[in-house]
């Protein structure tokens, strides 16, 4: 079956250092990767998208990486700030769907302690 | 600019009773628009979509329906609620063509429901 799987466990850093969340998945053919963060009791928020033909995206103190042989995505926050601090969701916009049926992972919660 | 309106922001509903979620866009035109509801510690779950007024796709067999009776409208209801049926609802709604939807789904805050 078609599986996202994020880190369940919560990621706690320290302010300044950079924070990893990995994204695996199986069984899907994604044209495109998406990133999203989730503030408790609110929708998510769209933050970064990458193709499945581009290995790298970034935007300000964000990067992702996109390796579709591993079927792999590495989402990078540098200088992580307590505001950083949420859950952080990985989701895959199958190429057969035509874009609609997006899939979402369970997400990775971060803390960044000061 | 776009914006997404949802409402209630919570809901405590009695097992059997009826249920009408909204969800509005405005700023834009012709959007796909979603249900999706999210169980604690679990991913979303893609209830509906719709491409238009009218159309409606359901991605789970379960007692709950969407209507989307005008093109920015989109309304998740139930006759009976079960238990189950106990999460956290999301609106989303996002560009018509595959270009457009590179840009992510934008949500609505969503609404907590209890069934009880």
């Known amino acids: 079956s078609q599986k996202i799987e994020q880190n369940s466990e919560a990621l706690n850093i320290q302010e300044g250092k950079t924070a990893t969340l990995t994204c695996n998945y199986t069984?899907?053919?994604?044209?495109?990767l998406q990133w999203y963060r989730q503030d408790p009791g609110r929708g998510p928020v769209f933050l970064l998208l990458i193709r499945e033909n581009e290995k790298e995206k970034r935007k300000e103190r964000l990067k992702v990486t996109f390796d579709t042989t591993l079927k792999q995505s590495l989402f990078h926050i540098t200088a992580s700030q307590p505001a950083d601090s949420a859950t952080y969701l990985c989701a895959l916009m199958p190429s057969y769907t035509g874009g609609f049926k997006t899939i979402f992972g369970a997400g990775t919660r971060l803390f960044v302690k000061a | 600019s776009q914006t997404i309106h949802q409402w209630p922001a919570t809901l405590v509903q009695p097992v059997g009773s009826p249920l009408s979620l909204e969800c509005t866009v405005e700023?834009?035109?012709?959007?796909?628009l979603y249900w999706y509801r999210q169980a604690a510690g679990r991913g979303l779950q893609l209830l509906f979509y719709s491409v238009g007024i009218g159309q409606i796709s359901s991605e789970v067999p379960q007692n709950l329906s969407a209507s989307r009776p005008q093109d920015r409208q989109f309304i998740l209801s139930s006759k009976k609620l079960l238990l189950s049926d106990s999460g956290f609802y999301l609106c989303?709604?996002?560009?018509?063509?595959?270009?457009?939807?590179?840009?992510?789904?934008?949500f609505g805050s969503g609404t907590r429901l209890t069934v009880v």
């Open positions: 069984n899907y053919s994604p044209a495109y």
């Open positions: 700023g834009t035109s012709n959007p796909n």
């Open positions: 989303a709604w996002s560009g018509r063509k595959l270009l457009d939807r590179t840009n992510g789904y934008t």
